[in-house]
């Protein structure tokens, strides 16, 4: 049943968050606003079309944030298309050995400047 698959997957997602201690469960200050949590599922798929995983990630309803008070900036460090190009083409003319790496939960691992008070979510409660 595939119930069971996307419980499993939350499990898994759970378990994450907990090893990364990616957060901790406190009271929050009156004058903090908290912002809510939601689930998104992915399938993830093979080359061949087969299903891999059921993937669950928690997000945050970062949307309910305002910028200039509840954050300042935001970030991510993607690499753009052109610049994975050159780096590709550098390697075939000098005949480099590529090698690439994912770092699994990679954006748990760094901690906010900004205190963040999310809704406990449901499987916690």
């Not at 689930?39 to 061949?48: G, L, N, P, Q, Y």
């Amino acid at each position: 049943m595939k119930l069971e698959h996307w419980t499993q997957a939350m499990k898994k997602e759970m378990n994450a968050l907990k090893r990364n201690s990616t957060w901790e469960i406190v009271d929050k200050p009156r004058d903090k606003k908290e912002i809510g949590c939601r689930w998104i599922f992915t399938v993830k798929h093979k080359a061949d079309g087969t299903i891999e995983r059921y993937k669950a990630r928690l997000v945050a309803k970062g949307y309910t944030q305002t910028y200039g008070i509840d954050y300042e900036e935001t970030f991510a460090p993607v690499a753009k298309m052109n610049t994975v190009r050159v780096v590709l083409a550098l390697a075939a003319h000098f005949g480099w050995n590529l090698h690439q790496l994912d770092v699994k939960n990679a954006f748990l691992h760094e901690n906010l400047e900004e205190e963040v008070y999310m809704e406990i979510p449901q499987v916690l409660k």
